[in-house]
């Protein structure tokens, strides 16, 4: 009886080690997926995508849109640079469909922007659609709002 109480410990032992290591393979410290949370950022990796404006400059518009439009003469006056892009965009009527508004805050679907990246795409993903959708959805609010 002894002997196989002792093997019992000695797996249980072995088990706990196993998942000790396992777990500072996979982040340890209580982060990670076992316990929901998110893992901290790593330094030098560019912000996660969230439906916030500086998220959306940050992750869609400077990196894949600004290079076309920006200064000195953007495409029917579409400037998407940090400086520019809020102002050119929300509540502002499209060029091309002076009707509808580039950006109309609490509206995604009838904003030009939400219209013309379905269409044309110029780049952004179906990911970058739902957060810029998201973000106008709730207001299309400006940088430091949310």
């Known amino acids: 009886m002894f002997a196989k109480d ?3 410990r000695h797996m249980r032992w ?10 500072a393979c996979s982040g340890g410290g209580g982060s990670g997926s076992m ?8 330094a030098g990796m560019p912000p996660a995508s969230m439906a916030t404006f500086d998220s959306i400059q940050a992750n869609v518009f400077t990196p894949k849109c600004a290079g076309c439009h920006s200064e000195p003469s953007p495409p029917k006056g ?15 009527p499209s060029t091309e469909q002076p009707t509808i508004l580039r950006v109309k805050p609490g509206d995604s679907a009838n904003s030009f922007l939400v219209q013309h990246i ?7 993903s179906s990911t970058d659609l739902s957060f810029i959708e998201q973000w106008i959805t709730e ?4 940088s430091g709002s949310g």
């Open 6 to 8: 002792a093997a019992i």
């Open 14 to 23: 072995v088990g706990g080690l196993a998942l000790l290591v396992l777990g």
């Open 35 to 42: 316990t929901g949370e998110m893992p901290p950022p790593t």
């Open 78 to 92: 579409l400037n998407l640079d940090a400086t520019h892009s809020y102002g050119d965009l929300v509540n502002v």
């Open 118 to 124: 379905e269409n044309e795409g110029d780049g952004a």
């Open 139 to 142: 207001g299309a609010l400006p």
